[in-house]
């Protein structure tokens, strides 16, 4: 009588294996994804500035490579563009067809996607949080305005957005165009880019009807390593017992 033996191999995070194997690319955007099947979420993590990186994508890795219950997608742009393009390349519906894909593959929808990301990624996870109706953005020291990124000590910010042209939009204006709101995490601290950006979008967001958390720390410089685990993760534990605010009709 023969018998099956299940072995359950636990493998260390190893930056070439994961990327090797759970590397995804779509329509000029790429990623590493870590699947989930009937998932009850998924966290879209947009890159900061930073050539070939994909932010906080180590922290998700589990060992037996089965996630229970979450999918994640990690994508990067390494162009600096803010994840939109430019006229000559416009890049935000590439960027929402490969959500949703993945959102099918996961059997998630809107309403259980969650954007994450700092800085650059930040700003993106606003913008596709609002663009696709998803349920929350959690994001750190997001650039949110052109008048507020002018004022970072380095051009890099400044050169990116004018590149972009008309696919830049100031998120605080951007976030009227839409009657229903993401919830939005947001935290900061007070170096000027980041504390004028995000007073503004603060400013916008309260005189309308949206869930906001805001967290104000004493940074004096930019960071985009101030999102942790936990937070990201308290954060879309908080959001998923509250009711969604929806216009009343």
Known sequence: MSSEIEINVLREWDRNYVRNKY?????GVEGVYFPCINAKRIMVFFSSM?????????????????????????IKDDSFHYFLGTDDKPMKDS?????????????TTPESTYMVGGS?????AIYFAFYTQSRAAIVANPQITYKAA?????????????EMGSQWYDLDDF?????VKPAIYLEYGNYMADKKGCE??????????????????????HTVNSLFRNTIENAISFFEREPRNLPIK
């Open 200 to 221: 503004s979008l603060i400013q916008s967001l309260i005189e309308e009807e949206c869930l906001l958390i805001v967290r104000k720390e004493k940074w004096d410089g």
């Open 150 to 162: 002018r004022m970072h000590q380095f051009q890099n910010w400044e050169r990116s957005i004018r």
């Open 50 to 74: 930073g050539k070939d990186r994909f932010d906080r994508y180590s922290w998700f890795w589990e060992k037996n490579e089965i996630w229970e219950d979450t999918a994640y997608l990690f």
């Open 23 to 27: 590397k995804v690319a779509m329509l």
């Open 175 to 179: 976030s009227k165009k839409y009657e």
């Open 95 to 107: 960027v929402r067809k490969v959500i949703s894909h993945y959102q099918e593959l996961s059997s």
């Open 120 to 124: 650059m990624g930040g700003y993106a």
